[in-house]
């Protein structure tokens, strides 16, 4: 019988930017070491590991009342692939999206958003000096304002 390794995956929007670059996280057992996570990951999603770090994380100490309580140690495996491996449960929606919207012709960032104009407007700036005399000058400053 095989050891449960892998608790499950880590879906973060760190690790979905992680995952970007072919580098995975999961959150594994605390007793396991690098080569039973990387053989563990090469079975189940069938693709080449090329390292794997290992971050354990202590549990927080936690209040309730006047008793105390400890949450459980957990381990975390960053899992690097070679190039040109995926993992297809880590791809996103919205990258599916844009690929569909650019294929279409349109543009993923949507060209310029109407609902928002810039202006400049001339802001007079009134300080006193040291020695107590006013000081004006204009000043010119972008102002976003959110139309209807």
Do not use: C, W
């Amino acid at each position: 019988m095989q050891k449960l390794v892998i608790k499950n995956p880590v879906i973060t929007e760190k690790s979905m930017l992680l995952a970007k670059k072919a580098i995975y996280t999961f959150k594994v057992e605390t007793k396991v070491n690098k080569n039973e996570i990387s053989q563990a990951i090469e079975l189940l999603y069938n693709v080449k590991v090329k390292d794997v770090n290992i971050v354990s994380v202590k549990g927080k100490v936690k209040r309730v009342g006047k008793k105390f309580g400890k949450r459980s140690d957990t381990k975390k495996a960053y899992v690097i692939l070679m190039p040109g491996n995926k993992i297809k449960e880590f791809e996103i929606e919205e990258d599916k999206k844009e690929d569909k919207k650019s294929a279409h012709g349109g543009s993923a960032s949507g060209g310029e958003n109407k609902s928002e104009k810039a202006e400049k407007k001339s802001v007079k700036n009134t300080s006193r000096s040291n020695t107590g005399e006013k000081k004006s000058e204009n000043v010119n400053i972008q102002v976003r304002e959110k139309g209807k």
